[in-house]
């Protein structure tokens, strides 16, 4: 038997659009499949009737309250417990949510040439600030640091690549890269919270996961007032209330990131 | 045939090698897993999140949409399609479903892809041979304490 060139052709066609329109009707139905299985279920996502909500969430840190070595390491360590943050004894691997810094590391840069000895001597509580217009977020390429509708530059574990994008653009060095694996050098692990793996970038998040539950942050329930949290875009909060009627300054404002963090200084005798 | 028989016998032997696999593993068919309902915890008054027919097929999609909508939207409640509210947290699973008999499995091997595990997720994902990696990074059965 032999067949010519069109008869060739014409059942190459056939066979070419069955095998096609097959495939199309298979993975439809497939699709449409789990899409109804999906909705059919006519469930929804809600919030804690608990959960602490704001426009805009901001910190105020207040320096007169962070006097001693103590102030500094209370508020650190209750953010250590709660976060599975590890401890690798080593400044390389070093991962930091909230930490003591000193002033070149903090306000250097826009600062007026002369500054009162006494303020660059000084120790700063420093943690990431949650930009208005954060350039981690704008560096990530997965979409992993992303910023929420109430102000707060989140982190998504899931979806970090570990390509440290983000430490690179981030002006504060906020955010510290799991070199290592973290879970051998957590002290006490919280359940309750991840830990991460290697080749991920983490930082601080503003204890979403505890505003969810109606609790402030953590290292704010730890500061005996050191910090204060709260709306700023709510005229009667208290954040809003000290940044508008005391003197604040911010970190590195001279880039346009518009931090949420407000340092309270020239109150009292300290700072 | 030339060399007929080399060539037969090599031949034997060649199919033998190749269906080797199939002939060991005859009679050791993995049973799947059956005893599912002794690594729930029958806790008194509980119910799945959805029905079981529902999560048996859909689980991996419920929780990614459980993973979005927690972690990049602030949703934090789930309510089923019969109106009943769940945290939205994998502790809300091995609630019930573990035997609760591993100790915390923070800074221990992934359980999930300990084989040896009699635990719920893990007989399933065995037998599957599916290897989520939840357990990396989130706590296990047992390690929750809300």
């Known amino acids: ?271 | 045939m030339y060399k007929g028989g080399k060539i037969i016998a090599s031949l034997i032997i060649f199919v033998a090698f190749l269906t080797f696999p199939f002939f060991s593993n005859m009679g050791k068919a993995n049973a799947g897993p059956e005893a599912l309902a002794a690594t729930v915890s029958q806790l008194a008054g509980k119910q799945c999140v959805e029905p079981a027919s529902y999560m048996r097929t859909n689980h991996m999609q419920l929780l990614n949409q459980w993973r979005n909508a927690d972690v990049r939207d602030g949703k934090t409640v789930y309510v089923n399609t019969q109106g009943k509210s769940f945290d939205i947290s994998l502790q809300s699973c091995v609630e019930c479903h573990s035997t609760q008999a591993t100790a915390t499995t923070t800074g221990v091997s992934n359980p999930v892809l300990n084989t040896s595990s009699d635990q719920f997720c893990v007989s399933c994902h065995t037998y599957a041979s599916v290897k989520p990696t939840c357990w990396s990074c989130h706590a296990g059965p047992e390690g929750a304490t809300k």
Request: aromatic share 10%; net charge positive.
């Open chain 1, 1 to 271: 038997m032999s067949i010519n060139r069109r008869q060739f052709l014409r059942r190459a066609g056939m066979v070419t659009a069955l095998g096609l329109g097959g495939s199309f009707v298979i993975t439809g139905l497939r699709g449409k499949k789990v899409e109804a299985a999906a909705t059919s279920a006519a469930s929804e996502y809600g919030t804690s009737k608990n959960a602490l909500v704001a426009k805009h969430w901001a910190m105020v840190v207040d320096m007169s309250k962070f006097r001693s070595e103590e102030d500094f390491k209370r508020v650190v360590k209750s953010c250590v417990s709660i976060h599975n943050i590890p401890d690798f004894g080593n400044p390389k691997d070093e991962i930091k949510w909230i930490w003591k810094d000193d002033y070149e590391h903090t306000f250097s840069g826009g600062e007026n040439e002369y500054l009162t000895e006494n303020f660059k001597e000084l120790p700063f509580t420093v943690m990431c600030n949650h930009c208005e217009h954060p350039p981690c977020v704008k560096a990530c390429p997965t979409g992993a640091t992303f910023k929420r509708e109430d102000g707060i530059v989140a982190m998504d574990f899931h979806r970090c690549i570990g390509c440290r994008f983000c430490m690179g653009a981030c002006p504060f060095g906020a955010r510290s890269f799991n070199y290592r694996d973290p879970r051998p050098f957590i002290e006490k692990a919280n359940p309750d919270f991840p830990t991460r793996t290697p080749g991920v970038v983490e930082k601080c998040t503003f204890c979403v996961e505890r505003l969810a539950d109606g609790l402030m942050p953590a290292c704010v329930e730890a500061s005996n007032g050191g910090l204060i949290f709260g709306d700023l875009d709510d005229p009667k909060s208290k954040v809003r209330k000290l940044i508008s009627t005391r003197f604040t300054i911010r970190r590195k404002t001279e880039l346009g990131t518009q931090p949420s963090v407000y340092y309270l200084v020239g109150g009292d005798e300290h700072a």
